[in-house]
């Protein structure tokens, strides 16, 4: 089956810094989405990996290792407003998206 | 979890054709269900809100005669595409909200469409 794994919650403080992990297993791959989505509101997009390696944008940085079934999501000098949920997603050979249950972040002063 | 599911997973068809996507709540009950579209490395554009029993609300700039809507059961909602062109060619993902009125929305794999 296909299964993609992210932590469920996560804390962290405001200026500190914050990776979360997403594994994956899918039937090909076509792409790894990263969005954020804040509470009762629409997915927005973060990034897109489709080659190994680091893609930096700002404060945010996302990582792929396709050998490894492996991303992350790094974000940088933590705001308040980073408080929301971050979704791990990927594109499978046939394009369908498998979604990841999302990581919970919660940024305390 | 909560699981979604699309049918078609894709279609292709020409144009002045319409096109029907179903969108399906399989474990839980869905009172409210959201259509979205998605141009490739682009956020989900949020296209309509779909309460069951009730129309649609679309949002702004969406034409509601063009993409028509029925939530005619609390485990699925259709999305039909009429008169499809080429600039309608898109990923539509629709996602669920459960009775409980709990804020989390779960999403369906979505359907790409291609019109020729």
């Known amino acids: 089956g296909q299964n993609i794994d992210q932590p469920t919650e996560m804390t962290a403080t405001e200026g500190a810094i914050v990776q979360i992990n997403c594994t994956y297993q899918?039937?090909?791959?076509?792409?790894l989405f990263w969005y954020q989505q804040h509470a009762g509101e629409a997915p927005t997009f973060l990034s897109y990996?489709?080659l190994d390696g680091l893609e930096e944008k700002g404060r945010f940085s996302s990582f792929l290792s396709r050998s490894k079934g492996y991303s992350y999501l790094l974000l940088k000098e933590l705001q308040m407003k980073d408080s929301a949920s971050y979704l791990c997603?990927?594109?499978?050979?046939?394009?369908?998206?498998?979604w990841g249950a999302g990581t919970k972040l919660i940024i305390k002063p | 979890g909560a699981v979604v599911s699309q049918h078609p997973s894709w279609v292709i068809c020409k144009s002045g054709t319409s096109v029907k996507i179903e969108c399906r709540s399989l474990?839980?009950?869905?009172?409210?269900m959201f259509w979205y579209r998605q141009f490739p490395k682009q956020s989900l554009m949020l296209m309509a809100t779909?309460?069951?029993?009730?129309?649609?609300?679309?949002e702004q700039g969406v034409e509601k005669d063009k993409f028509l809507i029925n939530h005619a059961s609390l485990t699925l909602s259709t999305l039909t595409v009429t008169s499809a062109h080429p600039e309608d060619s898109s990923f539509y993902i629709c996602?669920?909200?459960?009775?409980?009125?709990?804020?989390?929305?779960?999403f369906g794999p979505g359907t790409r469409l291609t019109v020729l």
């Open positions: 474990d839980f009950q869905a009172t409210t």
């Open positions: 899918t039937s090909g791959f076509n792409g």
């Open positions: 997603v990927v594109m499978d050979s046939n394009y369908q998206l498998i």
């Open positions: 990996n489709v």
């Open positions: 779909s309460n069951e029993g009730s129309k649609a609300t679309y």
């Open positions: 996602s669920a909200r459960d009775l409980t009125g709990n804020s989390e929305q779960f």
